[in-house]
Nanobody, 115 residues
Framework: QVQLQESGPGLVKPSQTVSLTCTVS??????????WSWIRQAPGKGFEWMGG???????YYNPSLKGRTTISRDTTKNQFTLHLASVTPEDTAVYYC???????WGQGIQVTVTT
């Protein structure tokens, strides 16, 4: 059974870069045709797709985040990482890693941006 687990800091100060890692177990992030996403949900709002990385390593990002997002991976650890730069309080949300196509989701991690 494939499981996803997010990890990273729960509190971040404005203007910093937050890095969140998704560790995948029970399956490989390089499995053919798989696409791994980062998705967030701010308080009182819907889900927002932030970007993702294909099994091949190609990445795609939500243009609304204006270039603040980078996704990398470590295939030796079966992990992929979200880096979100220049955070503001508006980036406070629960962040999820997921493979939406096959229905794999992490439990989510709360990130709060505060002074």
């Amino acid at each position: 059974q494939v499981q996803l687990q997010e990890s990273g800091p729960g509190l971040v100060k404005p203007s910093q870069t937050v890095s969140l890692t998704c560790t995948v177990s029970g399956g490989s992030i390089t499995t053919n045709d798989y696409y791994w996403s980062w998705i967030r949900q701010a308080p009182g709002k819907g889900f927002e797709w932030m970007g993702g990385i294909f099994y091949s390593g190609s990445t795609y990002y939500n243009p609304s985040l204006k270039g603040r997002t980078t996704i990398s991976r470590d295939t030796t650890k079966n992990q992929f990482t979200l880096h979100l730069a220049s955070v503001t309080p508006e980036d406070t949300a629960v962040y999820y890693c997921a493979n939406v196509k096959v229905g794999y989701w992490g439990q989510g991690i709360q990130v709060t941006v505060t002074t």
